[in-house]
């Protein structure tokens, strides 16, 4: 399964949105699904509608289009599986596959699994992963557990969404029925629905039938998005992509490091040999007006707000203002006009009184008095009540030095206090931080070695000696042996230098090296073997275990050798 070509974005989702996911799938895949749905589906309708007229039971062919569902839904779930990895199936590739994919399990789906209410979720754990027996079982709880009632809830939304089909191309008819000949009609209606004619058996059939095909296939969809969720959730598909991707990122960093420090040393060489601008020379004339800038600004936006205070000094602040605005004026007559005009104006005087009368307009210096009531010698008066209460209350001057001196002091007297707890306590705790200092002092003891870890040499006779573990009843310590002697084999012959703690997939990927097919599969075997009763805690039979070392023996030479054959042919080859 390679994740990196799916072409959904992993991520942990709620149930609902994984259905979401489901039913979208479906939609983008629309036509790779109905085709060969409708290609498989018309013959069975057809099929299953002469049948039961034979036998004179037409209401017997809807039910056996409706109990077949699971033969259908192997459709959808094929062509999901393999277009959520970019590999979107055609038609025919898709009918060839129902010959023989996924019909181990039909019969179980066909019987006492076709009323499950969580059928959607649980066909892609048997069909897709190929479980068999208990392994089986224990899978579909795992993933079905958390999301049950999801899928539940799924089930009985996607019967009603077909109930309403059904009912909605039923009321079709009613569309073409002129209103004033609604009460015939309907008598007509119930008289054939008495007299029960094959054509109306045969429409009934095709109703059903084509609500199915309406519905089902995003059931399965819904189904399908559920448990790609659940993978994700258990085994972290979306941390493992983003690793990848990362390792990928990483990978050409070297690269693109060395194009951005280039790109940068070329704009700051570039930055530096540039000539220097002349913006002092150009702003040299502005300095004027950008020094009596802020007086000006100053005076157009001034908002004058008058609380009560004297009228000489409103006089002098109005006066002082008036000053500085005639100043801000002369400056700009003297200083800007001449600058942006080239010579002077002939009528200042006209000017002059020209921007008087625009600064005195309302909407260029607005300026309102706001009157408020506020008692005379407030501040004074508090602070003479507040001097009067402490010197009527010299207990609540007493108080306040207490608190000072705690505030002080307390900090010290604290810690005094624990400092006498602790040496009055000393009895009790400084035996035990003297055995914690002895503890870290004295030496670690020897470390007792297995005779069967990676450092032991491998024993003479391989086979012998994973036979006689096996029926002392060391089963795990067998299995050990024989997955250590099958990976020393494999980098004998392969030549492969594994690293320390190698994992059981870097030894898989180093023994594609074997020239020999039939040794690749063998060791694959063993790994899988290790694997099983290392994280599963599943050991073999007696006849699989004797199997699986007869054919290890067989292929690395095992046999009558007293180390693992590194010739690339072996014993038996």
């Not at 939609?27 to 018309?42: E, K, M, S």
């Not at 010959?99 to 019987?111: E, K």
């Not at 897709?128 to 079905?144: H, I």
Request: aromatic share 8%; proline share 7%.
């Amino acid at each position: 399964m390679n994740l990196e070509s799916l072409t959904v974005a992993l991520r942990p989702r709620t149930a609902w949105e994984a259905v979401e996911l489901g039913t979208a799938l479906t939609r983008r895949h629309a036509a790779a699904i109905w085709t060969p749905w409708l290609l498989l589906t018309v013959p069975m309708l057809a099929l299953c509608n002469l049948l039961t007229w034979s036998l004179d039971m037409m209401w017997l062919a809807p039910l056996l289009m409706w109990w077949l569902k699971p033969a259908y839904d192997r459709i959808p779930l094929y062509v999901l599986s393999h277009a959520v990895f970019g590999d979107v199936p055609g038609t025919a590739r898709t009918l060839r596959a129902q010959l023989g994919w996924g019909l181990r399990w039909l019969p179980a789906y066909l019987s006492w699994r076709r009323l499950s209410p969580v059928r959607a979720l649980n066909m892609p754990v048997d069909l897709l992963e190929g479980g068999s027996g208990p392994a089986a079982r224990q899978r579909r709880r795992a993933l079905t557990g958390p999301v049950y009632g999801v899928a539940l809830l799924t089930t009985v939304i996607c019967l009603h969404f077909e109930l309403a089909v059904y009912l909605g191309l039923n009321a079709l008819a009613v569309l073409f029925v002129p209103p004033d000949q609604l009460p015939m009609a309907w008598r007509d209606f119930m008289t054939v629905v008495n007299e029960q004619p094959l054509w109306l058996d045969l429409l009934t059939n095709t109703l059903t039938w084509a609500a199915t095909c309406a519905i089902e296939p995003f059931y399965v969809g819904a189904g399908f998005g559920l448990y790609l969720n659940r993978r994700t959730e258990i085994e972290g598909w979306d941390i493992e992509i983003v690793l990848r991707r990362l390792g990928a990122r990483l990978a050409g960093a070297g690269t693109s490091l060395l194009l951005v420090l280039a790109l940068a040393g070329g704009l700051l060489f570039g930055g530096l040999a540039s000539p220097p601008a002349h913006a002092q020379q150009a702003d040299a004339g502005e300095a004027t007006e950008a020094r009596a800038r802020p007086l000006s600004q100053r005076n157009l936006d001034k908002s004058v707000i008058d609380h009560g205070a004297d009228e000489d000094e409103a006089a002098d602040e109005e006066a002082a203002d008036a000053a500085a605005g005639a100043r801000v004026r002369e400056t700009l007559r003297k200083d800007t006009l001449p600058r942006v005009f080239g010579h002077p104006l002939a009528d200042a005087g006209s000017m002059r009184e020209a921007v008087e009368r625009a600064y005195e307009d309302p909407s260029v210096s607005p300026k309102r008095t706001v009157t408020t009531w506020e008692p005379r010698d407030r501040d004074e008066k508090e602070e003479d009540d507040e001097d009067d209460v402490l010197e009527d209350s010299p207990l609540l001057e007493g108080i306040g030095k207490i608190i000072g001196l705690i505030g002080a002091y307390g900090l010290w007297v604290l810690l005094g206090v624990l400092a006498v707890i602790l040496l009055a306590t000393s009895p009790r705790w400084i035996v035990w931080l003297r055995s914690a200092v002895d503890a870290q002092r004295r030496e670690p003891e020897p470390v007792a070695r297995d005779p069967l870890a990676e450092t032991a040499p491998l024993p003479d006779d391989i086979p012998t000696a994973i036979r006689r573990l096996w029926a002392e009843g060391r089963q795990r310590e067998a299995l050990a042996l024989l997955y250590r002697a099958s990976i020393e084999t494999m980098t004998a012959r392969t030549g492969v230098v594994l690293v320390p703690g190698a994992t059981e997939a870097a030894c898989l990927r180093a023994s594609r090296k074997m020239p020999v097919a039939a040794d690749r599969d063998a060791f694959a075997a063993a790994v899988r073997l290790w694997q099983y009763a290392a994280y599963a805690g599943r050991l073999p039979d007696d006849a699989a275990f004797q199997h699986q070392l007869d054919t290890l023996a067989e292929r690395f030479g095992w046999t009558g050798a007293g180390a693992p054959d590194a010739t690339p042919d072996g014993a038996g080859a």
